[in-house]
């Protein structure tokens, strides 16, 4: 086969605790993360000659050697040169649905999907965890792409533990389309205000996990309890991106207000989701939304949880 298409899944953060400072300069997590079905279109296609080339419509994504997709390609022909040399290069085309810069991993999403789509497509035969290992070398939410479904991630985001999926769970999300929030700024952000109350060794570290592992949140997705779910959702980020985004606090307060399951802006935001029991109460939710908030400028998506990271289309 010369071309393959994957879906790849956007995440939201169920639960996301800033734990530490790591000697590697990055945080020490504890999060519970989420696939969700809204996702992007990857396609991989071998071409006659040895580069990668990326396309990709959306006006905020490069099309060049930053895109993540882009590094993705180049990290698996740097590991398999005679890979490219039998089989020939890849052009990569990215069909974006997921917003760019919401907290939703879009760009993580999309090399986990390239990871997956050049494994076939060079016929490599890596295992899972071989493929989250490179995804590991990508950035810290690519590992969870990769396999996705529901899982607690800790160390930099990328060591992870998969719980038992709810896949009956649906949600709206929503984000405002002038509004972006970088990643980078938000962890420094975060230390600047935070840093004091950091947990500063790896004993605290570890008995924090322990405490989250047994406590209200893992409790609620392992016996797949979705009232309790809804209840103990967390993220850190909130603290201080609602406080820099007054917009995005309005429109969690509303999204609050609809009588859903549980808000949470997902990462390091702006998005913002809400959980519903059924795609009947995801839709009504989203209504209800649109017409409390009528600005153009607001995007609007249901979706559902899914058990997956990367999908193989055809
Ligand atoms: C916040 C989260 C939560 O899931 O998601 P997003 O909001 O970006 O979707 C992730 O931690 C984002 O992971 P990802 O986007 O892969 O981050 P990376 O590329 O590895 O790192 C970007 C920058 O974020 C900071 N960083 C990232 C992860 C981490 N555990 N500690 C950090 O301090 C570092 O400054 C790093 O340079
Ligand atoms: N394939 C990609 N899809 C989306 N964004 C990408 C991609 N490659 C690089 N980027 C850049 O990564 C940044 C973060 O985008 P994204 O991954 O969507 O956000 P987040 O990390 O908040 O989930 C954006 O500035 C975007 O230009």
Known sequence: MRLYTLLAAAKINLYLEIVGSRPDGFHELIMVMQSVSLCDRITVRSIGVDEIRVRCDHPLVPADETNLAYKAAALVMAQFPDAMAKLGGVEITIEKQIPVGAGLAGGSSNAAAVLVGLDLLWNLGLTRSELQDLGAELGSDVPFCVSGGTAIATGRGEQLDALPGIDSLHLVI???????????????????????????????????????????????????????LGQHLCNDFEKIVLDAHPKTAALKATMADLGGLGTLMSGSGPSVFTLAES????????????????????????????PSGVQIAS
């Open 174 to 228: 929503a984000k405002y389309e002038s509004e972006f929030v970088s990643t980078p700024w938000a962890y420094k952000t975060y230390r600047a205000e935070y840093g004091d109350t950091y947990v500063t060794n790896t004993q605290g570290w570890q008995e924090r996990q322990a405490q989250v592992r047994s406590g209200e949140m893992v409790r609620a997705v392992a016996r797949r309890d979705a009232i309790a």
């Open 279 to 306: 795609e009947a109460q995801a839709n009504e939710l989203a209504a209800k939304l649109r017409s409390a908030l009528p600005d153009p400028d607001l995007g609007i998506w249901t979706a559902q949880f899914v």
